[in-house]
């Protein structure tokens, strides 16, 4: 145990839409992990079904990604960065319920190697978000 043990950081940023999604961004590998927010998932209600990107599908900040269908309500999922996908959570397509169980973790949507960071900063914070969704 050396003293470089804590050498090796990485910085995640959680950053949130106005449409309800978030995006874990790690700079040291550059994915963004995308998903829908709890408070999307409870205004939702029970998941049926989930649309998710292709592979490889270049996308840009704001394009529709996909879709998210609720016994009350189908909606669609937006880009919260620009970027390429580059995996998806297959797990959805049997158990499109984890994104009420799960939504920010297990229920993840897919991963975008992301083209501009920079676009962070344009997203709302966790403190942002909650007074967003309390307006």
Request: net charge negative.
């Amino acid at each position: 145990m050396g003293p470089n043990m804590f050498a090796v950081r990485t910085l995640t940023t959680k950053k949130y839409t106005e449409d309800h999604e978030a995006v874990v961004f790690d700079d040291s590998t550059g994915i963004g992990v995308v998903s829908i927010t709890d408070y999307a998932q409870s205004s939702l209600g029970d998941v049926v079904f989930v649309e998710l990107p292709a592979l490889e599908t270049k996308v840009t900040k704001g394009d529709q990604i996909g879709a998210v269908e609720s016994v009350k309500a189908a909606s669609d999922i937006y880009a919260p960065i620009s970027g390429t996908i580059q995996e998806i959570n297959e797990n959805l397509n049997d158990q499109p319920g984890l994104l009420n169980k799960s939504p920010e973790d297990e229920g993840w949507l897919c991963k975008i190697k992301v083209s501009d960071p920079t676009e962070l900063d344009s997203l709302m914070d966790e403190a942002e978000y909650k007074a967003h969704c309390e307006s």
